[in-house]
């Protein structure tokens, strides 16, 4: 069965910190993604990999970057957090295939910045 | 533009009873469905997909869905909700590179 990882359940961070979330599959999958969930919104997408060392970006990059230098991992950066980044943020992915892979998703991270 | 719309924010049944949850696309294509379940503290959870043929489609935890193309609906049904099945729903479609577009959820209560 297909886990996805996220390293922390729970984070509270200043503003002007820089953070990091991790995630790690183990299922050699080539697609990662990183959403953003927040009520009334559903999730809204960050960034995406789809490959080693490549990204694109979502529908709401601003504030955030990645980095996924190991197939297995994958990893959300704030630069400087500010509070409208006070969020639950899931980390998900899937094989290469064609569009009709379901992605496999995280236990989320909330994450609170103060 | 690409988007999905769940109508209702929050439903309330009461166990036993039946269930529909509705879910409206915009696509210039006919795309790939999906339905995800997430309980509290949890992950979200495949329920069931519709990528083509059949447009009804069944699922897990007794849930189905119907694919109506001249609608552009997703509706999700279950015939008698249990207690257990209180969580949040996603309808979603794929928008290419596997990405998934979500609507907002609906937030499910189940009354005993």
């Known amino acids: 069965d297909v886990k996805v990882t996220q390293s922390s359940r729970y984070l509270v961070k200043r503003t002007g910190e820089k953070v990091f979330l991790e995630c790690v599959q183990d299922m050699d999958h080539e697609n990662m993604f990183w959403y953003r969930q927040d009520p009334g919104l559903g999730l809204r997408l960050i960034y995406f990999?789809?490959?080693?060392?490549?990204?694109e970006k979502g529908d709401i990059p601003e504030g955030y970057s990645v980095s996924r230098e190991k197939k297995e991992r994958f990893s959300l950066i704030l630069e400087s957090a500010s509070t409208n980044q006070t969020s639950m943020y899931l980390c998900a992915s899937s094989p290469r295939e064609t569009d009709n892979s379901p992605l496999h998703f995280g236990n989320g991270t909330r994450l609170t910045v103060t | 533009a690409q988007s999905v719309t769940q109508p209702d924010i929050h439903i309330t049944v009461s166990e036993g009873a039946s269930l529909e949850l509705r879910c409206n696309y915009s696509?210039?294509?006919?795309?790939?469905l999906f339905w995800y379940v997430q309980s509290p503290g949890q992950g979200l959870q495949l329920l069931l997909k519709?990528?083509?043929?059949?447009?009804l489609v069944q699922g897990i935890k007794g849930f189905e869905a119907e694919f109506k193309r001249s609608q552009s609906s997703f509706n999700l049904r279950k015939p008698s909700v249990h207690w257990s099945d209180a969580a949040e729903y996603f309808c979603?479609?794929?928008?290419?590179?596997?990405?998934?577009?979500f609507g907002a959820g609906t937030r499910l209560a189940v009354h005993p």
């Open positions: 990999s789809y490959d080693v060392k490549m990204k």
């Open positions: 519709y990528f083509s043929g059949d447009t």
């Open positions: 979603a479609f794929s928008g290419g590179y596997n990405k998934l577009i």
């Open positions: 696509y210039g294509a006919t795309p790939y």
